[in-house]
C-alpha cells in the first residue's frame, strides 16, 4: 500500500475509535515507508491531544459514528484505500470494523460496504453476515441475499443460515439497488 492508502485506513480507524487497530497499522506503515510522511503521524497525535481537551471523547465520537455523514466519509476513504491492496491483512481488520460501527442498523452503509468489497473482489462469508447483522439489528428482512451470495460463488455457513431463519420473519427491506 501507499502513504495515501495508509492515510485513509488509519483515518478511517481513528474515526471509528480503534486507536489500538490505527496504532498497529501505523506501526507496519512506519517499517516500510520510505518516506515517512508526516501527515499520517499527525492523525494519531491530533487525535490524543483532542482525546485530553475533551471531558467524554468516547461518547462525542461515538455520536459522530452514528451521524451517516461520518459513515459516508469512512466508506469513501475505505473505497479510495483497498484500490490498490494486494494483501488483505489490515484491510480485513478494518473491514470488521467498519462493519461492528455499521451493524448497529445502518443497512445502507452495509450494502454500500458490500459493493465496495464486491468490487474489489473480497467478498467472504463473514461479510455477508456482516450484512445480516445489520438487517437483524435494524428489524428488516434482505431480499434474495442467499442468490446474491450464490452469485458472488460465497458460501453460506451455520451463522448465515441462522440470521437468514431470523430475518424470514421480519418486514421485507426493498431490494438494494446501490451497485
Known sequence: MNDAEYTCMIASLVKLEDLGEAENLYNEWESVSTNGDARISNLLLTHTSTET?????????????????????????FKQAIGGVKIWDSIDRL???????????????????????????????????????????????????????????????????ELIKITSKMCASEVSSIE
Open 53 to 77: 481537551r475533551w471531558k467524554s471523547p468516547n461518547a462525542l465520537t461515538k455520536e459522530l459514528c452514528k451521524k451517516k455523514k461520518q459513515m459516508e466519509k469512512v466508506l469513501a476513504c
Open 95 to 161: 473491514v470488521k470494523e467498519v462493519y461492528k460501527k455499521i451493524e448497529e442498523g445502518n443497512i445502507e452503509g452495509a450494502e454500500k460496504l458490500l459493493v465496495i468489497l464486491r468490487k474489489a473482489g473480497h467478498l467472504t462469508t463473514e461479510v455477508y453476515n456482516s450484512v445480516l447483522r445489520t438487517y437483524t439489528k435494524a428489524g428488516k428482512m434482505p431480499l434474495i441475499v442467499e442468490e446474491r451470495m450464490n452469485k458472488d460463488n460465497v458460501p453460506l455457513n451455520e451463522e448465515t443460515h
